[in-house]
C-alpha cells in the first residue's frame, strides 16, 4: 500500500510541475481503509459442524420417498404417498427440532384453498410447514429461511404419476430442515422462521399467501433466504462446480421510485442486494473454498422463485441455486429417451454440496440475526459539496458502526471506516463519485447488512 501511495505521490509532483495543478491526493489515503476480515463466531461455527450430509441424505430420501408431492395430490387419503404425507412427516420433524429449542419453537401449517388459475385444473387446498424460532429481542424483526417442497413432473397438474423432486426442491428442503436443527439450540436476538411452501411449482401459491400474511401482521422480514435446486454440483455439460453456488437478488424493490433511482444512482443497492452482497461474504469467510456467485437479477430467465414473493411485499429476499442446471433433472417425467436418463433423482444430487450451501444458509442466517439490525441511514444532500456526510439513527446493541463505500461501478463494498459509536461521519470524498452505506457491528463484531442512504434534504 505504501508503495503505490509513494508512486502515486512522485508521478503526482510530475504532474503539478507539468500541468500546474494539484490532483485529489486524499484518493490514496483513503483507499488504505479494508474491509475487515470477518471474526469467526465460535458457536457459528459449532452450527456449521452440525449440518451433516448424511442426515440430509436422509430427509431427501424420505421426502423422495412420499413418491409424488405435487399439489393437486393433496386429496390422496394415503399416509405414505402424497403431498400431504410430506407435508404430515416434515411437520413431525420440525417438531422434533423444536424439542431442542425449549419453549422457543412452534411448528405450525399455514393451509388455505387456493383458488383456479389460468394454469391449474381447479380450485385446490395449499399447506406449507413452518416452524418460528422466537427471538430473545421483542423489537428485533424476522429472518426467513425458505424452500418449497412441493414437486411435479412433466405435467404440473399430474397427481398420479411420480415426481421425485430430489434436486427440485427436495435439496432445498432438506437445507432448510436441516438449518433448523443446527440452530435451534442457538439463542438469537431476532426471530428465524424456517418455511417449507407447497404449490410453488404451479404459481409461487405458499409462498405469496405466507409473505401476505407476515406483511399483514406488521412482521418486519430483515431477510428471506430462499433455497430452490441446490442439490446437483455437476452441470447438464457435465461442468464440475462443488465449491459454487449462484445467489439471486432484485435489483430495485416493489416500491422503488425510478425518477429517484436514476437521480441518486442505487440501482444497485436494492435492500435485497445489499443483503446478498452481506450474505456473500459471511459465507465466503465461513467458508473459505466456497464462491458465492452474485447474479444481479431476481431470477433466471423461464423460471422463477419464493422469494419473489417476499419482494413483492417489499421485504429484502435472495436465491440460492446450484452454479450449473441440468434441465434433464427438473419438472421431468421419470424416462429414458434416446439412451437419455431423465428425472429428478436422488442419483444426481451431491449431499456433500448440499451441506456446503445449507452451511452458507446457517452463516449468514444466524451472523444478521445475533447482529444489530442496519441503521436507518441518510446522506446529507442539502448543499452542495466536495465532501460527504453520512447520518444514521442508532440501533439497539450496536457497539459501533462502519462507514463502507465504494466505486459506482463496483460491484461489492471495497471499503470500511470503523467511526466508533458515532452516528454522523463526514468522508473528504465526493458524494458525487461514491456509493457510500453504514452497517452495525455488536461488541463480538456480528455485522448488519449494509444500510444504503437516502437523501437527507432538509
Ligand atoms: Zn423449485
Redesign the pocket.
Known sequence: MSGSFVSHALASAALVALVGFTPNLAMPAIAADEVPTQALDPAIVAALARVKANELREIDTKLVGFGTRNLFSEGSHNRSRGVYAARDWLSGQFGDVAKTAGDRMTVKFDTFVQEKTARTPRAVETSSVYATLRGDDPTRGTIVISS?YDSRNSDGSDPIKDSPGAD??GS?TSAVLEAARAMAPMHFPATIVFVCFDG??QGLFGSAHFAKMLKDRGTVVEANLNN??IGASVGHGGEQSPNDVRLFSEALPADAKPGRVNATGTENDSPARELARAAKAIGEAYLPTMHVNLIYRADRFLRG?DQESFAENAFPAIRYVEAHENFDHQHQDIRVENGLQYGDLLRYVDFDYVARVTRLNVAAAATLALAPPAPVTEIDNRKLAYDSTLLWAAVPHAQSYEIMWRQTSEPTWSHARNVGAATTATLPLSKDDWLFGIRALDASGHASVVAFPTAKTK
Open positions: 418449497h427440485d426442491n432445498g410453488e411449482e430452490d435446486i422463485g
